[in-house]
Every structure is written in C-alpha cells, then in structure tokens.
C-alpha cells in the first residue's frame, strides 16, 4: 500500500493528468468562457440569489449541489432533474417523483429565482443545465470550500428519465461494490466517488435514510454495529425508532454548515450518517482503493478540494447537450413551446 505522501502525490498526479487529458474533450465541448460576451455577469448574479437564499436557509448551498450530481447521473447533465410533469403539452414522467428524489431534493424555488434574475439580464441565452452547474460551485465557495473555473455550453433536455433517476442515481443504503459500479456506469473511479462523496461535508439527511443503521441493521435487530456508540445516542434522539422520517440530521456533525474534510475525519471514527458514506472508510472492497483515499483526505484538505474540484469537473462533463442539441429552457421547470 502506497505511504500517504506517496499516495498524496500520486493522486495530485494523475488529477493533473487527468484534467490535462480532459481539456481538449471539454473545450471542444463546454468552455469557462462560454458566456463571456452572451452574459459576462452571469457567474455574480447566480452567487447573489444564493447568498440571498443562505440568509433564511442555511441547507440551501449543499441542497443545490445535490441537484447537479442527481441531474448528471441521469442522462447527463441537462437540466432534466428540473422538468415539471406534463407542462407545455408534453408528456413527461418527472424525475421529481422518481425515489431518490421525490419528498427529498429542494432547492427548487431557489433555480427559478436564479433563472428569473439571470433571464432579466441575458434573456435567452444562459440554459437550467449551466446554472445548476455555477450554482453548485457557488454554493461551495460560500461555504468554505474551493473556487473553479466552470467549463460551460451545455443546453437542456426536453426530456426526463424517470426511470433511470430510480435505477442510476446512488443510494444511501448501498454497499460500496454498487456505488462504484453506479460511478463507472457514468465514467467516474473510485477518487470521485470519495472526492464527490465529500460533499457530505455539509448538508442534512433525513431519518427515513438511515434509521435503518440506528435499529434493525440489515434485519439484525440491532443498530449497525459500525457506528460509534455516542454517535448512535445522539442520532436515536433526533430519530426515535417511532417517529417520523422526514426530520434532519447534519451529515457533519462537527462542521455541519462549512464545506472542509471534516467529512472524512468522522468516517474514520465511524460517524458516517449514511450506509454510504461510512462504506467508504469500513467495507472491506474499499480496504486497497477507497480507504487510503480518505484517509489521504482526512489528513490533506488541500488534496481534497483539489481532488473535488477535478472530479466536479468531471462529473459536469457526463453527456452534455451542446450545439444545436437541447435547447435554452426560458422555464427551468418546462420544455418550451414549440
């Protein structure tokens, strides 16, 4: 196993490479400077609605970031998470409603604030996809954590998938054998499964999501024998075995607002709040790929954010729309009229 800074170096390495490898691909597809002269404010007026939305909503940042990664991991990056069912006349199954989103993803209100303010000074010109893209790095960089140049171009789908929201997007319950092969179905390895994982570092989760670790682990009868014992107490109080399933937990409970590697630290002494998370730091699989990542990371917030960032990048480049494809949504929650 590679020492950890050997293994720093190596991962900071093949990121550059990595990235290196990606830029003719991005620039022959989506650019930084996309809206330069189109809509050269483009990147302020998206931070400003959301520093408005953290004033009377702390979870907003780590909510927005939550829609890009569930809008790209089915059928790429194009805004479809947003779509509306049946507006417009067309026929469309929501990918709002499909399970890992439904009663879950928020945020909503908040992209067509964005959509509205961005259409008074660039009207057409600037698509749902690309915001929930500048968004997402907005909302990092409020909250602590790494600024980047957004590679942009993409335009919208006017369609939904639905059913590949129910079978692509990764689960909380899974065990980390499914969430790396749901990230390869998409081109991304095991370092931006952890690296995107860290976005954990910030945000809430609901009861309904891990209230299996705190009783009936795996039909057990018993909590999850991996969760730290303190851990477990403070979570029963916040979700009583009988109580409802929609109250919240920090996924950090050190740091629950700041986006910092914190994340990682509270996997290595099991306070994971999700299956997911804690599986990236205990499941034997992860013993010689995701475990000395976060151990890296715990120990490197430097590394993380630079790995995050490559991977945020990465993940944005999941099949966009580009060209004369798709379409420039003038509603972010509906196709346009034809």
């Not at 050997?6 to 990235?19: D, E, G």
């Not at 997402?136 to 919208?156: E, T």
């Not at 430097?302 to 099949?319: D, L, P, R, W």
Request: aromatic share 6%.
């Amino acid at each position: 196993m590679l020492s950890f800074p050997s293994l720093t170096l190596a991962l900071i390495t093949t990121t550059a490479v990595l990235v290196l490898q990606l830029a003719p691909l991005s620039e022959a597809q989506l650019n930084s400077s996309f809206y330069s002269n189109s809509c050269p404010n483009v990147s302020n007026i998206v931070t400003t609605v959301i520093q408005q939305a953290l004033q009377s909503d702390p979870r907003i940042g780590a909510s927005l970031l939550r829609l890009h990664f569930h809008d790209c991991f089915v059928q790429g990056c194009d805004g479809s998470i947003l779509l509306d069912n049946n507006v417009n006349g067309t026929i469309i199954q929501s990918e709002k409603d499909a399970a890992p989103n439904t009663n879950s993803t928020r945020g909503f209100d908040v992209v067509d604030n964005i959509k509205s303010a961005v259409e008074n000074s660039c009207p057409g010109v600037v698509s749902c996809a690309d915001i929930l893209a500048l968004a997402s790095q907005s909302s990092v960089s409020l909250a602590g954590g790494p600024s980047w140049n957004v590679l942009l171009g993409r335009r919208d789908g006017t369609s939904a998938n639905q059913a590949g929201a129910n079978t692509s997007i990764p689960a909380p319950f899974e065990n980390l054998t499914n969430l790396t092969s749901k990230f390869s179905a998409v081109g991304l390895n095991v370092t931006d499964l952890v690296a995107l994982s860290g976005a954990h570092t910030f945000g809430r989760a609901q009861c309904r999501l891990f209230r299996n670790r705190l009783y009936n682990f795996s039909g057990s009868g018993g909590p999850d024998p991996l969760l730290n014992a303190t851990y477990l107490a403070s979570l029963r109080q916040i979700c009583p075995q009988n109580g409802g399933g929609f109250s919240v937990a920090d996924l950090d409970p050190t740091t629950p607002d700041a986006f910092d590697a914190n994340y990682f630290s509270n996997l290595q002494s099991n306070q994971g709040l999700l299956q997911s998370d804690q599986e990236l730091f205990s499941a034997s699989a992860g013993a010689q790929t995701t475990l000395p990542i976060v151990n890296m990371f715990s120990g490197n917030q430097s590394a993380f954010f630079q790995s995050f960032v490559a991977s945020m990048i990465n993940m944005g480049n999941i099949s966009p729309l580009i060209g004369v494809n798709g379409e420039i949504r003038s509603n972010c929650r509906s196709v346009n009229r034809s």
